[in-house]
């Protein structure tokens, strides 16, 4: 029956189990994940790296994308709402960081997934949750600083109304798949479609 060795061990070496194997995996698909991209995870590289065989993957991770989200949401991190002083320098500045996340290697590793995830509607949501720039929370900073100085109204404040902005950015990478999106989009994303979207919010009608 197969175990979950550490690969060659040496007399007197604990075999691990649990959180500490779990973590040594981890740590493999990462590195593999840093290196060769998603094209290039496989489950026998990841194995081989942390010591252990398949079958301890496959407990914990049922594909390879479930491995390749877990991976990556090791690696990406929380991002900071800018604070301008300005709703509109606040929202420049932060499509500008999510633009610089999606150009990067990280970024194009999660345009990876989120290809690969499709319709798996559940891994694609952990992809979204954990890309910094599709969370609604900082998003919603933003627009409470703004409504805090009269830029905006409180009726502003809602989740959809909040990351316009970067869905729509989110779109120019993994609809029309671009590399990187020019700064003048980024502008008029901001000035044509959310700034007035933001303000109207709320609004008495005509």
Do not use: C
Not at 9 to 23: I, K, P, S
Not at 112 to 121: H, K, N, R, V, W
Request: glycine fraction near 10%; avoid cysteine; aromatic fraction near 4%.
């Amino acid at each position: 029956m197969a175990g979950e060795p550490t690969g060659r061990a040496g007399a007197g070496q604990t075999r691990r189990r649990g959180a500490v194997l779990e973590e040594a995996i981890l740590g493999a698909a990462v590195d593999e994940l840093t290196e060769s991209g998603y094209a290039g995870l496989t489950m026998d590289k990841v194995a081989t790296r942390a010591g252990t065989n398949k079958n301890a993957i496959y407990r914990r991770w049922p594909n390879r994308l479930a491995l390749g989200i877990a991976a990556y949401r090791q690696l990406a991190t929380t991002v900071q709402p800018p604070d301008t002083g300005s709703l509109r320098g606040d929202a420049l500045e932060f499509l500008r960081q999510a633009n610089r996340h999606w150009s990067s290697p990280l970024g194009a590793i999660l345009r990876e997934l989120l290809s690969a995830a499709g319709g798996t509607s559940e891994l694609r949501a952990q992809l979204q949750e954990q890309s910094g720039d599709a969370t609604a929370a900082p998003w919603l900073t933003v627009l409470g600083r703004a409504v805090a100085r009269g830029e905006a109204s409180p009726e502003a404040l809602h989740p959809r109304v909040a990351t316009v902005a970067v869905v729509l950015l989110r779109n120019e990478f993994v609809v029309r798949g671009m590399p990187t999106a020019p700064d003048d989009v980024l502008v008029e994303i901001v000035d044509e479609v959310y700034l007035p979207l933001v303000r109207r919010r709320g609004s008495a009608p005509d």
